[in-house]
C-alpha cells in the first residue's frame, strides 16, 4: 500500500458500558486508514490504538465478515448498514470515505433489541419468531425421495430469494415502527412457496404473526425501509404474502 | 492411550445397518432422562440436537453466537455432495466413495467414508422435506453441479449460499424442538473445559460471554460440534471466532487428538491487499465449473489481463490436468498456483494471485446465465476490490480454509474420551489428507442427522451412569483451572494486542507451515512458536474485566490455545515425511512434482496423546487397511 494513499477519519462512537447504564456519543481519530480497508477493519485499528493506550475497546459483532452471517450491525452516519445499497457494513469499505470526515457509528435501535454494550444488541426476539412456527415438521429420516415432490422452478426461486435472509435486523431498525414484517414474511413466503411447507402454512401464519406481537414488534405502515436496507435485497412482496397468508389462515382456521 | 475404531465386521455396504441393529436402543419414555450436551450450532451441531430432540433426548446447545444461525457453515457457499445419480451420468455410493477416498488421498478409514456416501442421499431427501430451497430445473427436479475430484455432477446447492439454506434448514429444525421442549438453546456461551469424571465425559465447564460468569452443565454425553482450526494460521476463510478451543480443551482432557497437519489451503481466495487484512474472502469452488485458472506467459506480465492474448496465456492446470482441467482437487490447484505465482508469472500488482476468467463462459452461455449462477458471488467481489468480475477476469489466491484433522474418533464418532463424540470438521474421520469441494456439508450433516443420533443413542442405551452434578469436585475444579487461566491472562498487562500476536504465529505458520513444507521449515517454526507464546504470556494486553462482556479477553483466550496448538500441528507436519493431499513436503515429490506417499511408512493416522504442559505429547497411530479400494498413485491427468 502506497503511504500517500492513507488517510484519517475521526469516528464519533455511542459508548455504553452495559444494558442499564447511560452511553453517550465518544470521538475518536484514527489514522493509517487505506482504501481496501474494510470499515470493521477501520474499527479494529481504533480498538488495537484503545487497547495499547489502556483503555477499553468498542464492542461491536461480526464474525464472518463475508455478509452472510448477520452478526454486523450498525448505523453509520445515519444509514442502516452504512451508505451501500443492500450490503452489510462488513462490506463497506474506506474507499467510500475521504480523509478528514467525521463517520458516526450508533448501535442498531429498536425497542426489542435492547443494547448490551456500546454497539451490540440483543436481537433474540427474532429467534424467537422462528421458534413460533419458521420450520416444516418432518421428523429426520421421514422425508420421501427429493425427486418425488416437484417444485416449479419459479417457485423455487422466489422461495430462494425470501430464504436470503441473513437475520441481521436492518429491517426492523429502519422501521418507524420498529415492524419485524420483512422478516417474518420472508420465513412465511419461503414455506408457503414451497409444497413442503403446505400442511403448516395456517398454523405457521397464526403463530409467527402472534409471536410478532408477543414480542413487541411493531406493525407495517408501508413505510418500504425495511426493503431499501435490506442487504439480501428482500422484497416487500414477502409482507404481502404474509398478510395473504395471515388473512386465509383466519378464515380457514379453527383456532 | 488404546485406538479402537471399532468398525463392524462384514462387507463394507452391510457394516452401517448392521451395526445399527447392534446398537442398544433407549425405550422411547427413557429418553428425556438423558441429557445431551451439544457444543456448537453448525451444521453438525444443528442437526444433532435436530434429530436427538425429535427423538426425546434432553439437549441443550451451546453457541458463542448470539443466535445459533450465525455459526460459520453459514457461509459454505458451493453445494453438497450426494451420490443420487438424478443426471445419469454414472455416479453411485460406491463410486463417491472412492472419490473421497481418493481425494483424500488413501489417508481415510474406508468404512466411514463408506457410510458417508451411503447416507448422502438421505441427507438430500431430508432437508428438501424440510424447506431448503435447492436449485431446480425447469422440470421441477432438482439440479446438480460439478465440483473438483469428480467426474460426475453430483454436487446439489442452494445458489452460491448452499451453506446458508443447510444451516437454516437444520436451525428451524431445531427451533421446531425447542418449540417442542426437547432442546433448550444457551447462546453467548463459549465452552472452556470438558468435565471428566471416572474417566466419562460428563459435562462442561462454559462461559457466560454477557456476563463472563464461568457455568457447569453436567449430562450424560457431550457431543463437540466446534468447527475447525484453519484461524491458526490467523488469515483465513474462516469467520473471527472459529477456534480451537473446544477442541484443545478436550485434547487435554485425554482426547487423542489426529492428523492436525491435515489443514487445506482453498484455491479460490480473494487475495489480501494490506497488513491491516482481517479475513480472507472465499470464492466457491464452483466458479471453476465456468471460470477458466490462467497467468500470462511471460515473466512480470503487468499489462490488464484482457489485453494479453489468448496465445500469450498459460491455462496452467488445463494444460497440466487434462483430465480435470480447472476441476482439479483444492490441495493440486492451491500448490500449482503457488508454483507459478513463485516462479514470477504471478497476476496483479502483487505476484501473488492468478487469473480466474469467466470470458469464456460469458461468451458460451450470456452474461444472464452466468449471474444467474454465481451472482451473489460476483457481488461480493466487486464490494470487496471495486473490480468487474464479469467485464475482467477475477484475480484469485489459495487461503487457509479447512481442517481435515481434529479430535480422533471411532466408527461412533467418540473420542477416546468415553461420552465425548465429535462431528463435523471437529474431527478427523472422513476426508483423509484432502477434503473434497462440496463433502464438508456432507459430512457434517451425515454426523449430525443420521450417525450420531443412532450412536449417541446406543452409548446412552448400553452405559449405567452414576450421578454427576456441577457441585461434583470435578465441576468445580475444572472451573477453577478455567478461572485461573483467565486471571493470568488478566494480569500480564502487556503492550502488545492478542491481534498482533496472532499475526506474528499466523506470518509463522503461513510462511513456513503453509502449502509447502520442509525439514528446516518445520524445525525454525518450532524454535519460533514458543518464542511467540512466550511474548503472548509476558507481553498481551487484555483490559477491562473477567465479569463483563469482554470481547478482548475472548479473543485472547482463542489465541493462547492457537498458541500451543499450532505447535503440535508442526511437530505432526515434521514427523509425516511424505507428502499426501493437501500435506506437501518438499523432500517428498514425484518426478513431475506432484506429491509422493509413502505407504509403506505412514498408512496410518498420526494420534496424538497430552502428557501434561511443558511434555511432549506422544504419537500413536491406527493404521489405514484398504480392503475395497485399491490404493494407487493419485492423478488426475
Not at chain 1, 426492523?172 to 415502527?177: E, H, I, K
Amino acid at each position: 500500500m502506497n503511504d500517500s494513499e492513507q488517510f484519517s477519519v475521526t469516528v464519533r462512537v455511542w459508548r455504553q458500558a452495559g444494558p442499564k447504564e447511560p452511553g453517550k456519543m465518544a470521538a475518536y481519530k484514527v489514522s493509517g486508514i487505506s482504501p481496501d480497508m474494510s470499515f470493521l477493519e477501520m474499527l479494529d485499528i481504533l480498538n488495537d490504538d484503545l487497547l495499547k493506550k489502556g483503555g477499553n475497546p468498542v464492542t461491536f459483532e461480526s464474525d464472518c465478515r463475508e455478509g452472510i452471517c448477520g452478526s454486523c450491525g450498525l448505523v453509520v452516519n445515519g444509514d442502516v448498514h452504512g451508505p451501500d445499497e443492500h450490503s452489510t457494513v462488513c462490506q463497506l469499505h474506506m474507499r467510500r470515505f475521504s480523509n478528514g470526515d467525521v463517520i458516526t457509528v450508533e448501535p442498531w435501535r429498536a425497542k426489542t433489541f435492547p443494547v448490551l454494550k456500546d454497539l451490540a444488541v440483543d436481537r433474540g426476539a427474532l429467534d424467537r419468531l422462528i421458534t413460533a412456527g419458521g420450520f416444516i415438521s418432518t421428523n429426520t429420516g421421514a422425508g420421501p425421495d427429493a425427486n418425488a415432490t416437484p417444485v416449479e422452478k419459479d417457485k423455487a426461486e422466489e422461495a430462494m430469494d425470501a430464504a436470503a435472509c441473513i437475520g441481521c435486523g436492518a429491517c426492523v431498525v429502519s422501521c418507524p415502527n420498529g415492524a419485524a414484517m420483512l422478516f417474518t414474511g420472508a420465513k412465511i413466503s419461503q414455506l408457503a412457496l414451497l409444497p413442503q411447507g403446505g400442511p403448516e402454512r395456517a398454523k405457521r401464519a397464526l403463530g409467527m404473526v402472534e409471536a410478532m406481537d408477543r414480542q413487541g414488534f411493531g406493525n407495517c405502515s408501508n413505510e418500504y425501509e425495511c426493503e431499501a436496507v435490506c442487504p439480501k435485497d428482500i422484497k416487500v412482496a414477502n409482507i404481502a404474502r404474509m398478510n395473504r397468508e395471515f388473512l386465509l389462515a383466519g378464515l380457514i382456521s379453527e383456532r | 492411550m488404546k485406538l479402537d475404531a471399532k468398525i463392524p465386521a462384514g462387507p463394507i455396504e452391510k457394516k452401517w445397518d448392521s451395526h445399527k441393529f447392534n446398537l442398544k436402543l433407549v425405550n422411547p419414555n427413557n429418553r428425556r432422562k438423558f441429557d445431551v450436551l451439544v457444543v456448537g450450532s453448525g451444521l453438525a451441531g444443528a442437526s444433532a440436537a435436530a434429530s436427538l430432540g425429535e427423538l426425546g433426548f434432553n439437549v441443550k446447545v451451546f453457541t458463542l453466537h448470539d443466535s445459533p444461525r450465525r455459526a460459520h457453515s453459514i457461509a459454505a457457499q458451493g453445494g453438497i455432495n450426494a451420490a443420487k445419480n438424478y443426471p445419469n451420468d454414472g455416479d453411485s455410493v460406491w463410486r463417491l466413495f472412492h472419490d473421497t477416498i481418493k481425494g483424500g488421498d488413501y489417508r481415510a478409514r474406508e468404512a466411514n467414508v463408506y457410510r458417508l456416501a451411503q447416507i448422502s442421499n438421505q441427507i438430500i431427501d431430508h432437508c428438501a422435506a424440510i424447506g431448503v430451497p435447492f436449485g431446480r430445473e425447469y422440470g421441477g427436479l432438482l439440479s446438480t453441479r460439478s465440483f473438483g475430484g469428480a467426474q460426475v455432477s453430483r454436487t446439489f446447492y442452494s445458489r452460491g449460499q448452499t451453506g446458508q439454506q443447510l444451516l437454516l434448514g437444520a436451525y428451524s429444525a431445531m427451533m421446531r424442538q425447542v418449540a417442542a421442549g426437547t432442546v433448550t438453546i444457551l447462546p453467548r456461551r463459549e465452552m472452556a473445559d470438558v468435565v471428566v469424571k471416572d474417566g466419562y465425559a460428563r459435562g462442561i465447564t462454559a462461559r457466560n460471554l454477557l456476563t463472563g460468569e464461568l457455568e457447569s452443565h453436567a449430562g450424560h454425553a457431550v457431543l463437540l460440534c466446534t468447527g475447525g482450526y484453519a484461524n491458526t494460521f490467523y488469515l483465513s476463510t474462516n469467520a473471527g471466532s472459529c477456534n480451537v478451543s473446544a477442541a484443545w480443551a478436550a485434547y487435554k482432557r485425554g482426547a487423542g487428538f489426529a492428523n492436525p497437519c491435515y489443514t487445506q489451503i482453498h484455491p479460490t481466495c480473494i487475495p489480501r491487499s494490506g497488513e491491516h487484512q482481517s479475513k480472507l474472502t472465499l470464492m466457491s469452488e464452483s466458479l471453476r465449473n465456468d471460470g477458466r485458472v490462467w497467468v500470462p506467459k511471460a515473466k512480470g506480465d503487468k499489462r490488464p489481463p484482457n489485453d494479453i492474448p489468448e496465445a500469450e496465456r498459460d491455462y496452467y492446470l488445463e494444460r497440466r490436468y487434462p483430465a480435470f482441467g480447472n476441476l482439479v482437487p483444492r490441495d493440486i490447484a492451491s500448490r500449482a498456483a503457488k508454483t507459478v505465482a513463485d516462479a514470477g508469472f504471478g497476476a496483479g500488482a502483487t505476484g501473488q494471485a492468478v487469473y480466474l476468467d469467466f470470458r469464456d463462459a460469458i461468451k458460451r452461455k450470456g452474461a444472464g446465465a452466468i449471474k444467474a449462477a454465481y451472482g451473489n458471488l460476483f457481488d461480493m467481489y466487486y464490494q470487496i476490490t471495486d473490480e468487474n468480475g464479469y467485464k475482467a477476469p477475477m484475480r484469485i489466491y489459495p487461503a487457509p480454509h479447512y481442517a481435515m484433522g481434529g479430535l480422533w474418533v471411532d466408527y461412533n464418532l467418540m473420542t477416546t474420551i468415553p461420552g465425548l463424540f465429535a462431528l463435523g470438521e471437529a474431527n478427523f474421520s472422513d476426508h483423509g489428507a484432502n477434503r473434497l469441494g462440496a463433502s464438508a456439508l456432507m459430512q457434517g450433516l451425515a454426523d449430525g442427522f443420521f450417525v450420531a443420533p443412532a450412536t449417541v443413542g446406543g452409548y446412552l442405551g448400553a452405559g449405567k451412569f452414576a450421578p454427576a452434578s456441577p457441585a461434583d469436585k470435578e465441576f468445580t475444579d475444572s472451573a477453577g483451572e478455567v478461572r485461573d487461566r483467565i486471571n493470568r491472562l488478566l494480569a500480564v498487562k502487556g503492550k502488545k494486542t492478542p491481534s498482533e500476536l496472532h499475526r506474528q504465529l499466523g506470518n509463522v505458520m503461513w510462511n513456513d507451515v503453509g502449502m509447502g513444507r520442509n525439514e528446516a521449515g518445520l524445525n525454525k517454526a518450532l524454535k519460533k512458536i514458543p518464542e511467540i507464546r512466550g511474548e503472548f504470556w509476558k507481553n498481551v494486553a487484555v483490559s477491562g474485566a473477567d465479569k463483563d462482556f469482554n470481547q478482548t479477553l475472548e479473543k485472547a483466550m482463542k489465541i493462547a490455545d492457537f498458541m500451543e496448538f499450532s505447535e503440535l500441528l508442526v511437530r505432526d507436519a515434521l514427523e509425516r515425511k511424505e507428502s499426501c493431499g493437501a500435506h506437501f513436503r518438499e523432500e517428498s515429490v514425484t518426478p513431475e512434482g506432484e506429491a509422493r506417499r509413502d505407504d509403506a511408512n505412514f498408512s496410518h493416522a498420526a494420534v496424538w496423546e497430552y502428557q501434561g504442559e511443558g511434555k511432549a505429547a506422544v504419537l500413536h497411530k491406527e493404521p489405514l487397511t484398504f480392503e475395497n479400494i485399491k490404493i494407487a498413485e493419485r492423478s488426475y491427468k
